[in-house]
């Protein structure tokens, strides 16, 4: 084989290679899985938090409940707005979670990564996850707000009737 020609298969199966190697990398780079371990800080009296909990979990979450007398601080340490304020707030992969937002929202969010500080379903809405009552349910928005407290809404929820 010529010399010339050994080099030119040389670099080919180096620059296949190295192409390959690029290729691989990535195919293989993922990226990285939201988690969904939470922390969430309520009362200890509040049955529709412990529901809204039981709720989370079955969707997956992993969540450390924490029972204070009032959740009036991690809420403002959060950057929650007052005016979007409920009876728990969850922190989850560095975003915060206000009251009874579904899930699947907090999940859409994970995935989306957006830039805002949270979202929050104000209020404790009828028909949301924790605060189901038979036979009637309210549609709601979940609201995002960012670390200045500007908000829009962020999904708009209609629960089965």
Known sequence: M?????RNLTFT???????????YGF??????????????YKTPTCGCCEKWV??????????DARNIPDT???RAKAGVPVDLASCHTGMVDGYAVEGHVP????????KERPKIAGIAAP??????????????NEPYNVM????SGKTSVYERVQPNK
């Not at 039981?54 to 969540?63: I, K, L």
């Open 72 to 74: 009036t601080a991690e």
């Open 144 to 147: 995002a707000f960012d670390k």
């Open 103 to 110: 899930a699947d929202v907090v999940k859409r969010m994970l």
């Open 13 to 23: 199966v180096l620059g296949t290679g190295v192409l390959c190697l690029f290729i």
């Open 27 to 40: 195919a293989a780079r993922e990226e990285k899985p939201a988690s969904l371990s939470m922390v969430v």
């Open 54 to 63: 039981a709720h989370m979990r079955q969707a997956g979450f992993t969540v």
């Open 2 to 6: 010529s010399t010339e020609r050994t």
């Open 123 to 136: 209020g404790m809405p009828i028909g949301s996850p924790g605060m189901e009552q038979p036979g009637y």
